[in-house]
């Protein structure tokens, strides 16, 4: 799919992995669409990339009618560009800790691990949901490539936790294991109308989210690095999601983008 004066709707686009890829396909001539709860972050980082290329909607992913809102505002600011919708990047996501049970013997609390489902797998899903109905009816890109033409590209977030979790992790990994499961049917509902899927499986990366890691887990995961030994970068993240953006024959897949790293049990 063409990045070039096409449209691009980032869920969590105001901070970390979301805001660098926002900022990589601004400087690749596309237009972003940022979708986030932090109002301060959205509104900055759309006064530095120019209100011309990037539109924010405070939104929040786990509820329905916050998305349905943001729809109809990306699509009035799609209507005002003339940037048809290239790809959604659902890559809004919160991490909770909590043992099943803790050495107290108090259980982890569902209302927790409801959040995190709610946010990461709700979320994602929904929003993809919600601007189907548009995007299936948009004109297609004019080359044809063996049916139907292209008319975007969902990038899905996961985590190495979907395949290796950690104690404490089982909300966040069943989250992002349900992204990594639901790639190839969501590839295969939207195969017929041109919109490819592809998943990307970050490791450690640098951000927010993981500044709220403590040295201790900080240390203990750069011990069980393989190469390069230190955490990714946002605009690695950015540089995956711009080539799959590019490459045609991606599609259904769940790329890991962690540097060879298996996240161990013990820390
Ligand atoms: N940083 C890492 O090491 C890492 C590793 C693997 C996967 N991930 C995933 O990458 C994605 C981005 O994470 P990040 O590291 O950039 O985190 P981050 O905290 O820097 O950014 C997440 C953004 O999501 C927004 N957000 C949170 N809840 C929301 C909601 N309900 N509605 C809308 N926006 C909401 C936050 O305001 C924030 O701007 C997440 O899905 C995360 O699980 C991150």
């Not at 596309?30 to 709860?37: E, F």
């Not at 980082?45 to 939104?59: D, R, Y």
């Not at 011990?223 to 991606?250: D, T, Y």
Request: net charge neutral; charged share 20%; proline share 4%.
């Amino acid at each position: 799919m063409q990045i070039k004066d096409r449209t691009y709707v980032i869920s969590g686009g105001a901070s970390g992995l979301g805001k660098a890829t926002a900022e990589l396909l601004v400087e690749n001539g596309a237009s972003v669409v940022i979708l986030d709860m932090s109002t301060e972050s959205g509104e900055e980082l759309v006064s530095k990339l120019g209100s011309t290329k990037a539109f924010f909607h405070e939104t929040d992913v786990s509820s329905s009618s916050s998305i349905a809102s943001a729809v109809k505002a990306s699509l009035e600011f799609i209507k005002k560009t003339g940037h048809e919708l290239g790809g959604v990047i659902p890559a809004a996501g919160v991490s909770l800790p909590a043992k099943i049970v803790d050495r107290n013997g108090e259980m982890c609390d569902m209302d927790q691990f409801d959040f995190v489902m709610n946010i990461n797998v709700r979320g994602s899903v929904d929003l993809v949901r919600q601007f189907c109905p548009y995007w299936i009816k948009r004109q297609p890109e004019k080359e044809v490539d063996g049916g139907d033409a292209e008319r975007g590209v969902i990038v899905l977030v996961a985590s190495s936790a979907a395949f290796d979790g950690q104690p404490g992790q089982v909300a966040y990994s069943a989250s992002k294991g349900a992204i990594a499961s639901l790639t190839l049917p969501l590839t295969r509902d939207l195969a017929r109308y041109g919109i490819r899927v592809v998943t990307i499986a970050p490791s450690l990366f640098e951000s927010r989210m993981t500044s709220m890691m403590t040295q201790k887990v900080r240390d203990s995961l750069l011990r069980v690095m393989e190469f390069p030994l230190r955490p990714g970068q946002a605009h690695e993240f950015a540089s995956l999601v711009k080539h799959s953006i590019e490459n045609k024959m991606l599609n259904g897949t769940v790329v890991r983008l962690d540097g060879g790293m298996r996240m161990p049990s013990k820390m």
